[in-house]
């Protein structure tokens, strides 16, 4: 272990915002890991169980199922959807956009922060490059090209920055990925569960 501090320390002072932007990703790769599993946005079994008793007119009984699945995103997009039933199809639509447009920002928020650190983190490295570059320069010019132990100092800061800027940029390239794959799966699923809402609950519904 000190083996490593004494590694990374040699990279210089700009392993430190390198070291800080692994932890600000990291951070919020939890955090989104946490917020977009399934039983958060659309458990299993939910709009199959909701449509169920939409079709049937239980609609008493999918306003009781709205609310012990509060906690998941789509529950309380049929909730709202309950609460407007009756409305022409197009003024439904519209409210039920409204909030799955908000539930679906609530799903994205956080990865621009990975993003972001996936950027940051190379250009990083390479500024911790450029400052180990001219460090050896500043030796040439004083010292000469003999001196090779302290050319390779130079050398060796500028490799380890760009060596560590690489090792959080990667994962972090993939993390944003999988983060926006995953939005979008639970994106379209709940817009299965609107769309059982609309159907089931527009004025056109109701009246038939």
Not at 5 to 29: K, N, Q, R, T
């Amino acid at each position: 272990m000190n083996e490593l501090f004494a590694f990374l320390e040699s990279g210089g002072p700009v392993m430190v915002p390198i070291g800080l932007a692994s932890l600000v990703g990291f951070g919020a790769l939890l955090g989104r890991v946490a917020a977009l599993r399934r039983a958060r946005v659309v458990p299993d079994g939910f709009a199959v169980e909701l449509e169920g008793l939409l079709q049937q007119g239980r609609l008493d009984d999918a306003e009781l199922l709205c609310r012990r699945r509060e906690a998941a995103a789509a529950a309380r997009l049929a909730r709202v959807a309950l609460q407007a039933r009756g409305r022409p199809r197009s003024a439904l639509k519209e409210r039920i956009e409204e909030v799955g447009r908000r539930e679906a920002a609530e799903l994205e928020r956080g990865a621009d922060i990975i993003g972001t650190v996936a950027a940051v983190a190379p250009l990083l490295g390479l500024l911790g490059t450029v400052w180990g570059m001219i460090q050896t320069f500043a030796v040439i010019q004083e010292q000469g090209m003999g001196v090779v132990g302290s050319l390779a100092g130079g050398i060796s800061q500028a490799l380890i920055t760009t060596l560590a800027g690489l090792s959080v940029s990667i994962p972090a390239v993939i993390s944003h990925r999988w983060v926006l794959a995953r939005v979008d799966q639970l994106t379209m699923e709940l817009e299965d569960v609107a769309l059982i809402a609309i159907d089931l609950l527009s004025d056109e519904a109701v009246r038939s």
